[in-house]
């Protein structure tokens, strides 16, 4: 399984990045997919995720502003980013396929989002 990310990169505060996450190698339509971000000296958090019902949840710091999307046919996922903050700087990662004990089996290598004051 391979989780390929892109879309990241430098961005003044109040604008917008999207993030792609593309898979192979899993059948993507029946997993549910998620994104994390870890900030410098900051736990990993759960930024978003969808599952296969295409039912989604955010975490609250990034509700309204961020929306978690998947293209079942492109087996890609993406995180549409708006109305960014400097504290959204991170690296942020994809993940595919949760487990029942809500962990997911597969990580994409990160993708860097700096968002400048």
């Known amino acids: 399984v391979q989780l390929v990310e892109s879309g990241g990169g430098l961005v003044q505060a109040g604008g917008s990045l999207r993030l792609s996450c593309a898979a192979s190698?899993?059948?993507?339509?029946?997993?549910?997919m998620a994104w994390y971000r870890q900030a410098p000296g900051k736990e990993r958090e759960l930024v978003a995720a969808?599952?296969?019902?295409?039912?989604?949840n955010y975490a609250d710091s990034v509700k309204g502003r961020f929306t978690i999307s998947r293209d079942n046919a492109k087996s890609t996922h993406y995180l549409q980013m708006n109305s960014l903050k400097p504290e959204d700087t991170a690296i942020y990662y994809c993940?595919?396929?949760?487990?029942?004990?809500?962990?997911?089996?597969?990580w994409g290598q990160g993708t860097q989002v700096t968002v400048s004051a």
């Open positions: 190698g899993i059948i993507f339509s029946i997993n549910a």
């Open positions: 969808i599952g296969n019902n295409r039912i989604s």
């Open positions: 993940a595919a396929a949760r487990a029942t004990s809500g962990m997911y089996k597969y």
